[in-house]
């Protein structure tokens, strides 16, 4: 009797951990949009195969911060429709202003009015996909307009992150001392772990000629989210480049609570929403540990 009431205590354990109800433990897994990007009209039928295809969650990426809306609705009325899948809203790609373009303080403008509507869309975070960086003082206003919005963002009860490509792993800046260091390290040391976490994409890291498990044992902690990537279907032994299931086994030193699956490419022939469902299934064997 005592060692059935200690595993359902660790299972429940599990699903707070992972912000979901009584499922199994890896289960709660998300879309990033984009991925079926041009098969979302009617967004109301994209939105039911998304769940269809077993995730829990959506990640958007077509906010619209002028009008304030996502995917031409209202926040309120865009996190109504995805409740009435059966799926939560849990975080955006949305970029903003080139702080060397524009103002620091209109580029603060803009991310307060996305924070204001990501928060109504029942958002937990907000993720910025990337940025243009050119230079070591354009990725130092970067790191310090990023500090200023996570703090904005934990006001309302949001977090905020940074989503890479592989471009972070391979430019080298030359700093004042005269020693080289890569985008991303630059990035990881210049912003307040208190504001600013990174969504791992396992992808391009891997493509940047970097190993993920290197990157959590060098800075623990640091990565809240994943976007667990391949080349085409998660996990597709023809073409995976990523080794998943060693990653997922350093899931507590990363700090991942959330992974989202996100597809640039499908296996010819196959419906986006099949290979969805196909990567989704693959994650749902791997165990976060």
Not at 131 to 149: F, G, H, P
Request: glycine letters at 8%; aromatic letters at 12%.
């Amino acid at each position: 009797m005592k060692k059935v009431f200690t595993a359902i205590v660790l299972t429940l354990s599990l699903f707070a951990a992972f912000g979901c109800k009584e499922k199994s433990a890896n289960d709660f897994i998300g879309l990033q949009m984009y991925s079926v990007r041009s098969n979302l009209n009617p967004l109301e039928d994209g939105l039911a195969k998304i769940a269809e295809a077993g995730y829990s969650f959506v990640e958007m990426a077509n906010y619209n911060n002028e009008a304030g809306l996502f995917y031409g609705l209202a926040p309120e009325e865009f996190k109504a429709l995805c409740e009435s899948k059966g799926l939560q809203v849990l975080c955006s790609h949305t970029g903003g202003p080139n702080p060397d373009r524009t103002p620091m303080e209109d580029c603060v403008a803009w991310w307060r009015k996305a924070i204001d509507d990501h928060a109504a869309a029942g958002c937990i975070a907000v993720v910025a996909p990337g940025m243009a960086s050119d230079s070591l003082q354009t990725l130092a206003r970067y790191c310090e307009l990023y500090n200023k919005v996570g703090e904005m963002a934990a006001e309302k009860g949001l977090k905020f992150g940074y989503h890479n490509h592989d471009n972070e792993f391979k430019f080298k800046y030359t700093q004042e001392d005269g020693s080289e260091i890569t985008w991303y390290d630059y990035m990881l040391a210049n912003t307040d772990p208190e504001k600013v976490f990174f969504e791992l994409d396992l992808y391009w890291a891997v493509r940047g000629g970097v190993n993920p498990v290197d990157l959590f044992k060098a800075n623990p902690g640091r990565f809240y989210m994943w976007h667990a990537k391949d080349e085409l279907e998660v996990g597709d032994p023809a073409t995976t480049i990523v080794d998943f299931p060693e990653i997922y086994k350093n899931a507590s030193i990363a700090g991942m609570k959330y992974q989202i699956v996100e597809q640039e490419a499908f296996t010819e022939g196959l419906d986006p929403f099949e290979s969805v469902k196909i990567s989704c299934d693959y994650v749902k064997t791997l165990r976060p540990n």
